[in-house]
């Protein structure tokens, strides 16, 4: 949750400066130690589900609901690196193992993903074509932050690396299937909370409404980096947006893969420099003050 002004006064007050500052920072000193060395292979992803019958229990035997489905992918990193792998974001899934209803998403819907517990990608100050709004970007200390898609083929370039060999073949192969070359990918934005923009580099919207899509690319080796941003006197409060992706090739020579399950990005805007500042020189007189008290 943000912490805004009167919830970070409270806590600095009855805290160190110290436990405050770890509180804010642990997820991320959490994502910068589980991002590695592999900076440059950790994005997002698209991929072709190409299993057809799960292989996992609880679903063992069961058709797989997302086969031939477009897929959003994160990579992480394991120890040892050999078992790196893909986890698939929002795919289709069955509800339960006692309901097989099928549902166009799953409970690993969101970045960053919820089974870690970590706060919303953060938003900083913007500048340029994004002064005077705070916007996403890409920083080492969060995992999660660089937003840049490309589609799994373009791995093939640096197999020669141990952690992009292990996320390649994850599930022996399961998402190595091609686009192909005359596969347009789109993006369609199925929520927004209210104030959440998303632009191109330029600082132009790619969405006007809920319903819309946006083309992010042509083939297997297009690179697609968007831009989240509110106004600067916005609400300090969590922003979320809603997607899917969608094969809407017009060749009509090749059959459009299937659309893919709906997956959730969320964003806050981090405290202003100043005010962290302020606090925090408040907590460490009052907690020299306190030592006093007890030392008298």
Not at 153 to 172: K, Q, R, S
Request: aromatic share 10%.
């Amino acid at each position: 949750m943000f912490l805004g002004k009167s919830n970070l006064a409270t806590r600095l007050i009855f805290g160190s400066s110290i436990a405050v500052f770890t509180i804010m920072s642990s997820g991320q000193i959490s994502q910068a130690q589980t991002s590695g060395g592999h900076a440059d292979h950790h994005h997002l992803m698209v991929g072709v589900d190409g299993l057809e019958t799960l292989d996992r229990d609880p679903f063992i035997g069961l058709p797989n609901p997302n086969y031939n489905r477009l897929s959003l992918l994160f990579p992480h990193q394991h120890d040892p690196i050999e078992v790196s792998h893909f986890h698939a974001i929002g795919v289709y899934s069955y509800t339960s193992p006692e309901d097989l209803t099928v549902i166009p998403t799953s409970s690993n819907n969101q970045v960053p993903e919820a089974r870690y517990n970590l706060p919303p990608l953060p938003l900083f100050p913007g500048s340029g074509a994004f002064s005077g709004q705070y916007i996403s970007m890409k920083t080492d200390e969060h995992m999660y932050s660089d937003l840049k898609t490309k589609p799994v083929t373009h791995l093939t370039e640096d197999l020669g690396d141990p952690y992009v060999d292990a996320i390649y073949n994850t599930g022996n192969g399961r998402w190595q299937g091609l686009l192909g070359e005359n596969t347009t990918i789109a993006l369609e934005l199925v929520d927004i909370t209210p104030g959440l923009g998303v632009a191109n580099s330029e600082g132009e919207d790619l969405f006007d409404a809920v319903g819309d899509n946006y083309t992010i690319g042509t083939g297997d080796y297009f690179s697609f980096t968007p831009t989240f941003y509110i106004e600067e006197d916005a609400a300090k409060t969590v922003y979320s947006a809603t997607f899917r992706l969608l094969d809407v090739t017009t060749d009509s020579s090749s059959t459009p893969f299937l659309s893919s399950g709906s997956f959730t990005l969320s964003f806050q805007p981090v405290p202003e420099p100043s005010i962290l500042l302020g606090f925090g020189t408040l907590s460490l007189m009052m907690f020299a003050c306190k030592r006093k008290i007890t030392s008298n």
